[in-house]
């Protein structure tokens, strides 16, 4: 785990310590690690039963993932890598929005500590004035009888050193510490990863018994591909058309130049410059 006298490190007890005394019961286990090549990989060679309801952490990655399996940029010592693993008892036909609820959890978090203007492009990145901050990797391990398990993970630029960021990067990127104001800066990441735990826990919960209908308003306020001219690459095939929000089940809908709709359930989006 990280050293406990460092200043500014992940500490797991500090962690579990400062998530709401409401959820903390939820909570079974908060690790934190010096570097891993990912905390989703690393989380998953768990035995199953040590998966559900644990939090893991790294300080660093060297083999970080988005979706796609695109490389996620995880330098050390001030950001936040963090995997949730949990067990699901039954998941409705709307289960494959929960990057989604995931994406809301994480950005009321962020909310919390002082960010504004941030919103979500489907399915699942956080992006500040067309910076992204914050990717997420929902990863199912599995059915049995006992539920659906998966894997939450959470990568958020906090601090993030300038020097070689953008070409490790590959897109415009922002993190949190340059989008707040002063007075909210340094980020205490501890408490930062409290506060994700907090919700993500809660998110669990209420998605399992009242699906994406829970979450669904609340992903809309946050939209940034509503009403926006925009590509997705569906397989080989790129298709054009008017962001029409999302539907029941979190697919995007997209609004074709003939008038007709269609919806996506996945595909990589790229937005137009100009506003539809």
Same mark, same amino acid.
């Given at each position: 785990?990280?050293?406990?006298?460092?200043?500014?490190?992940?500490?797991?007890? !500090?962690?579990?310590?400062?998530?709401?005394?409401?959820?903390?019961?939820?909570?079974?286990?908060?690790?934190?690690?010096?570097?891993?090549?990912?905390?989703?990989?690393?989380?998953?060679?768990?035995?199953?039963?040590?998966?559900?309801?644990?939090?893991?952490?790294?300080?660093?990655?060297?083999?970080?993932?988005?979706?796609?399996?695109?490389?996620?940029?995880?330098?050390?010592?001030?950001?936040?890598?963090?995997?949730?693993?949990?067990?699901?008892?039954?998941?409705?036909?709307?289960?494959?929005?929960?990057?989604?609820?995931?994406?809301?959890?994480?950005?009321?978090?962020?909310?919390?500590?002082?960010?504004?203007?941030?919103?979500?492009?489907?399915?699942?990145?956080?992006?500040?004035?067309?910076?992204?901050?914050?990717?997420?990797?929902?990863?199912?391990?599995?059915?049995?009888?006992?539920?659906?398990?998966?894997?939450?993970?959470?990568?958020?630029?906090?601090?993030?050193?300038?020097?070689?960021?953008?070409?490790?990067?590959?897109?415009?990127?922002?993190?949190?510490?340059?989008?707040?104001?002063?007075? !909210?800066?340094?980020?205490?990441?501890?408490?930062?990863?409290?506060?994700?735990?907090?919700?993500?826990?809660?998110?669990?919960?209420?998605?399992?018994?009242?699906?994406?209908?829970?979450? !669904?308003?609340?992903?809309?306020?946050?939209?940034?591909?509503?009403?926006?001219?925009?590509?997705?690459?569906?397989?080989?095939?790129?298709?054009?058309?008017?962001?029409?929000?999302?539907?029941?089940?979190?697919?995007?809908?997209?609004?074709?130049?003939?008038?007709?709709? !269609?919806?996506?359930?996945?595909?990589?989006?790229?937005?137009?410059?100009?506003?539809?």
């Amino acid at each position: 785990m990280a050293d406990r006298g460092v200043a500014g490190a992940l500490n797991a007890e !500090r962690i579990a310590e400062g998530v709401l005394p409401a959820v903390r019961p939820q909570l079974r286990r908060v690790t934190v690690l010096e570097q891993v090549g990912s905390t989703n990989t690393e989380l998953a060679r768990l035995p199953s039963a040590e998966q559900h309801a644990h939090a893991l952490l790294a300080e660093a990655q060297s083999a970080g993932r988005g979706r796609g399996a695109r490389h996620w940029h995880s330098p050390p010592g001030g950001n936040i890598y963090l995997s949730l693993g949990w067990r699901f008892r039954a998941l409705g036909p709307d289960r494959a929005a929960l990057p989604l609820v995931v994406a809301v959890a994480v950005s009321e978090a962020l909310a919390a500590a002082g960010l504004q203007g941030a919103g979500i492009k489907w399915p699942n990145d956080i992006l500040v004035d067309a910076r992204k901050l914050a990717g997420i990797l929902v990863e199912s391990q599995g059915r049995g009888a006992a539920g659906v398990s998966i894997i939450a993970g959470v990568g958020i630029n906090v601090r993030m050193n300038r020097a070689g960021g953008d070409a490790a990067i590959g897109q415009p990127w922002t993190d949190l510490e340059s989008c707040l104001p002063a007075s !909210r800066r340094p980020v205490d990441r501890n408490r930062l990863a409290a506060a994700l735990l907090d919700r993500l826990l809660v998110a669990f919960e209420r998605f399992e018994h009242a699906g994406f209908s829970g979450f !669904r308003a609340r992903y809309e306020a946050l939209d940034l591909l509503a009403g926006r001219a925009l590509s997705l690459e569906d397989g080989e095939r790129e298709v054009c058309g008017v962001g029409g929000g999302i539907d029941e089940t979190g697919r995007l809908r997209l609004v074709l130049p003939d008038g007709g709709t !269609r919806a996506f359930h996945a595909g990589e989006v790229r937005l137009h410059s100009v506003a539809a």
